[in-house]
């Protein structure tokens, strides 16, 4: 089945201790992305990346890190996590980046729960 | 640069009477436009799609929206409501330029359909 996973799904953790939330699609996609989702807000995009080894920043990018080393993987890594990222997080994948009328379809995954304390 | 919004938070109807989700959007080139669904506790789920084919665009489950590029809007529209329609609305742009694979969402809408 095509899809896109995160891991964990829920995570409560403390200010200060790094984490990492997995995301990994199988879908031989290009394009991926992570938004943040926080209410009254919609969804910001915080980082994305158009192909390996290459990323680039989104609206909202501070304190947030990512890698892409695999076509498959993009993990979003919280060095020294706050309060005010505790929001809703999703990864997101398209075949190509696109834009404007070639933008591609962006396929989303279930969601990461993440409260810092 | 690109910006979307959605006139209405909050959007309550009662079942079998029509839904309109109104959304305006604002872009520097010829834009792609999306609606995207997301029940409670759900992840996100595209609707429908325009990419300059056809002003009026048909989704899944009965919705449509149609692009009116002198009005900047792409409002969604559904003729009957259903119970199983309740949840948060996104209208999504992508626009040309530089912004690669860049989508700016807008607020969002709650839908509420009362029996």
């Known amino acids: ?117 | 640069a690109q910006s979307v919004t959605q006139l209405d938070s909050h959007v309550s109807v009662s079942e079998g009477t029509p839904v309109l989700l109104r959304c305006n959007y604002s872009s520097s080139y010829s834009p792609s436009l999306f609606w995207y669904v997301q029940h409670p506790n759900k992840g996100l789920q595209l609707l429908l799609k325009y990419t300059s084919a056809a002003t009026l665009v048909k989704g899944i489950n009965g919705f449509e929206a149609e692009f009116k590029k002198s009005e900047t809007s792409f409002h969604l529209t559904k003729p009957s409501a259903h119970m199983s329609d309740a949840a948060e609305y996104f209208c999504v742009v992508s626009a040309g330029g530089t912004s690669y694979g860049k989508l700016t969402f807008g607020q969002g809408t709650i839908l509420t359909v009362h029996p």
Not at chain 1, 100 to 111: A, I, K, V
Request: hydrophobic share 25%; charged share 20%; glycine share 8%.
């Open chain 1, 1 to 117: 089945e095509a899809q896109v996973t995160q891991n964990p799904r829920y995570l409560i953790t403390v200010t200060g201790k790094k984490l990492t939330v997995t995301c990994s699609q199988n879908m031989n996609h290009e394009y991926m992305s992570w938004y943040r989702q926080d209410p009254g807000l919609g969804l910001r995009q915080i980082y994305y990346s158009m192909n390996v080894e290459v990323t680039d920043k989104g609206d909202v990018p501070e304190g947030y890190k990512v890698s892409r080393k695999e076509k498959r993987n993009f993990p979003l890594i919280l060095e020294s996590p706050s309060p005010n990222q505790t929001s809703l997080y999703f990864c997101a994948s398209s075949l190509r980046p696109g834009r404007g009328f070639s933008t591609d379809t962006q396929y989303f995954g279930p969601g990461t729960r993440l409260t810092v304390l």
